[in-house]
């Protein structure tokens, strides 16, 4: 990605403003680099979509970088505008510890899967796979306190696992992780002895709020309701992040199964089939010895799972996308970040009551059908009845009763749990695995499940071969 490119493509003033303000930035960050002081700039209105667009450049260059704010306030719209294949790799913390927690747990399942998932040669993901592997204990503790409900501290230098940090300027000076690039959004709003550490980083860019409150703000003390609104929040924001991995994950495996079944599968049947009668005819010819029984037993039960995993996918209905030629699911940027839009509204686990429950799972499940067939069209349709249709928002500042959000964080944290058991289970199976060696043989310009459909053929053959001969050599039954 790059942002140093011209002007003339931008469909609009705003984004032709936000990428000036990104080459200005940029251009500022370049000349310190060069030997320039470091300079001042007033923080525009709109900094958002430049402040995520500077991230991905920088990123994309091999540097690291924290985007430090006074509060909490802008955490979750600048999360939002990061480039959306690039979030696992950025930080975003808010301030109350309970909340960190809970932002640092999703950040590291998304990581994880990411990492798993990511097998082209993207220079981002290879420096961060570089960063993992250069970290391996920080990593293994960081994997061990996120499955844990056990243990209240992360590990000290779980900071240095991500590139990018995007956090309040309490959480910054707490994780003490050095960059190589600071921005520092109304720094005049920070203390200063905290001020004037981050800007002590190599490259520094200060964007101050000229005129408006330049008090810097407090850690919030909340309430026992105030708590759980702002947990339910952030759990709200953090698992539609996960939603949409879980559903991209879930739409690989669908896309990369037909094509195995119709490449590999049929055959392995074929290939399973005679080798059951090969096993059989053996162990036929020695009834006694029971290790030949008992592997004739395992391959005619093989022969079986085989032929009926092959049936199921043969019968199962198939959408509009699948009634056609298997093509690998590549979901737009603009197609993702719509699903997770949607799964931010909606999602069930914060209905108000059983009515409102029906209705989002309803619309949640047309929306993930919709991102599973790339369906961009149908995708919009979900929000306009979401914005259309009944719809009660338990915690948009409507009464509700204390134990209504008691009940709806304790879905919240049962579905982010479900989410990273479920993303842990698929990424650990053999299908994925070889859905991850497949895209790492493309690169080679290499068809693994024809390399593979090309193998079990000659199996096949041998296997024929195999069996004549034993029916050849098989003892005449009486009365045959």
Same mark, same amino acid.
């Given at each position: 990605? #790059?942002?140093?490119?011209? @002007?003339?493509?931008?469909?609009?003033?705003?984004? /032709?403003?936000?990428? @000036?303000?990104?080459?200005?930035?940029?251009?500022?960050?370049?000349?310190?680099?060069?030997?320039? $002081?470091?300079?001042?700039?007033?923080?525009? $209105?709109?900094?958002?979509?430049?402040? =995520?667009?500077?991230?991905?450049?920088?990123?994309?260059?091999?540097?690291?970088?924290?985007?430090?704010?006074? #509060?909490?306030?802008? @955490?979750?719209?600048? *999360?939002?505008?990061?480039?959306?294949?690039?979030?696992?790799?950025?930080?975003?913390?808010?301030?109350? !510890?309970?909340?960190?927690?809970?932002?640092?747990? =999703?950040?590291?399942?998304?990581?994880?899967?990411?990492?798993?998932?990511?097998?082209?040669?993207?220079?981002?993901?290879? *420096?961060?796979?570089?960063?993992?592997? %250069?970290?391996?204990?920080?990593?293994?503790?960081?994997?061990?306190?996120?499955?844990?409900?056990?243990?209240?501290?992360?590990?000290? #230098?779980?900071?240095?696992?991500?590139?990018?940090?995007?956090?309040?300027?309490?959480?910054?000076?707490?994780?003490?992780?050095?960059?190589?690039?600071?921005?520092?959004?109304?720094?005049?709003?920070?203390?200063?002895?905290?001020? !004037?550490?981050?800007?002590?980083?190599?490259?520094?860019?200060?964007?101050?709020?000229?005129?408006?409150?330049?008090?810097?703000?407090?850690?919030?003390?909340?309430?026992?309701?105030?708590?759980? +609104?702002?947990?339910?929040?952030?759990?709200?924001?953090?698992?539609?992040?996960?939603?949409?991995?879980?559903?991209?994950?879930?739409?690989?495996?669908? #896309?990369?199964?037909?094509?195995?079944?119709?490449?590999?599968?049929?055959?392995?049947?074929?290939?399973?089939?005679?080798?059951?009668?090969?096993?059989?005819?053996?162990?036929?010819?020695?009834?006694?010895?029971? =290790?030949?029984?008992?592997?004739?037993?395992?391959?005619?039960?093989?022969?079986?799972? *085989?032929?009926?995993?092959?049936?199921?996918?043969?019968?199962?209905?198939?959408? =509009?996308?699948?009634?056609?030629?298997?093509?690998?699911?590549?979901?737009?940027? !603009?197609?993702?970040?719509?699903?997770?839009?949607?799964? %931010?509204?909606?999602?069930?686990?914060?209905?108000?009551?059983?009515?409102?429950? *029906?209705?989002?799972?309803?619309?949640?499940?047309?929306?993930?059908?919709?991102?599973?067939?790339?369906?961009?069209?149908? &995708?919009?349709?979900?929000?306009?009845?979401?914005?259309?249709?009944?719809?009660?928002?338990?915690?948009?500042?409507?009464?509700?009763?204390?134990?209504?959000?008691?009940?709806?964080?304790?879905?919240?944290?049962? /579905?982010?749990?479900?989410?990273?058991?479920?993303?842990? +289970?698929?990424?650990?199976?053999?299908?994925?695995? &070889?859905?991850?060696?497949?895209?790492?043989?493309?690169?080679?310009?290499?068809?693994?499940?024809?390399?593979?459909?090309?193998?079990?053929? &000659?199996?096949?053959?041998?296997? +024929?071969?195999?069996?004549?001969?034993?029916?050849?050599?098989?003892?005449?039954?009486?009365?045959?």
């Amino acid at each position: 990605m #790059d942002y140093n490119g011209t @002007l003339m493509n931008a469909p609009n003033d705003a984004t /032709r403003a936000d990428l @000036l303000l990104t080459q200005q930035w940029l251009a500022r960050l370049a000349g310190q680099a060069a030997g320039m $002081a470091p300079a001042e700039l007033a923080l525009p $209105a709109r900094w958002i979509d430049a402040a =995520a667009a500077v991230c991905a450049q920088l990123l994309a260059e091999g540097k690291t970088l924290q985007i430090v704010v006074p #509060d909490d306030e802008t @955490l979750p719209e600048l *999360s939002n505008a990061l480039d959306i294949d690039l979030r696992p790799l950025c930080l975003v913390l808010p301030e109350a !510890d309970f909340a960190t927690r809970i932002a640092l747990r =999703a950040t590291l399942t998304l990581l994880k899967s990411r990492l798993n998932r990511h097998a082209d040669a993207h220079p981002v993901w290879e *420096s961060q796979r570089r960063r993992i592997e %250069q970290l391996a204990g920080t990593w293994q503790a960081a994997l061990s306190w996120g499955q844990s409900e056990t243990e209240a501290h992360w590990p000290d #230098d779980i900071g240095h696992l991500f590139p990018a940090r995007l956090l309040p300027a309490s959480q910054a000076i707490a994780f003490n992780v050095p960059a190589d690039v600071n921005i520092l959004i109304a720094p005049e709003r920070m203390p200063g002895e905290w001020r !004037d550490a981050l800007a002590a980083a190599p490259q520094v860019l200060c964007l101050s709020a000229y005129g408006r409150n330049t008090e810097h703000r407090q850690l919030i003390t909340f309430s026992a309701e105030a708590r759980q +609104r702002y947990e339910l929040e952030v759990l709200t924001h953090e698992i539609a992040g996960l939603e949409l991995e879980l559903a991209t994950v879930q739409a690989e495996i669908a #896309d990369f199964s037909q094509r195995y079944h119709a490449v590999v599968g049929k055959l392995m049947v074929e290939l399973d089939a005679l080798q059951a009668e090969i096993a059989q005819l053996v162990a036929a010819e020695k009834p006694d010895d029971s =290790a030949l029984q008992h592997a004739a037993a395992q391959s005619h039960a093989q022969a079986e799972r *085989s032929q009926q995993d092959q049936q199921r996918f043969e019968e199962a209905p198939k959408d =509009a996308k699948h009634q056609q030629e298997a093509q690998p699911f590549t979901p737009s940027r !603009d197609l993702k970040k719509l699903y997770r839009q949607i799964a %931010q509204k909606i999602h069930p686990d914060r209905a108000a009551d059983d009515n409102d429950r *029906s209705w989002r799972t309803q619309l949640m499940s047309e929306a993930t059908r919709a991102y599973r067939n790339e369906d961009e069209n149908a &995708l919009r349709e979900v929000l306009n009845l979401w914005q259309e249709g009944p719809q009660s928002d338990a915690v948009s500042g409507a009464p509700n009763a204390l134990s209504g959000l008691e009940v709806q964080l304790l879905r919240m944290k049962a /579905r982010l749990a479900g989410i990273q058991a479920e993303l842990d +289970r698929l990424l650990a199976s053999r299908l994925y695995e &070889l859905f991850v060696a497949t895209r790492l043989a493309r690169r080679q310009g290499r068809d693994l499940l024809e390399e593979m459909a090309s193998t079990v053929s &000659l199996q096949i053959d041998a296997a +024929r071969q195999r069996l004549q001969e034993l029916q050849a050599s098989a003892p005449v039954q009486p009365g045959t």
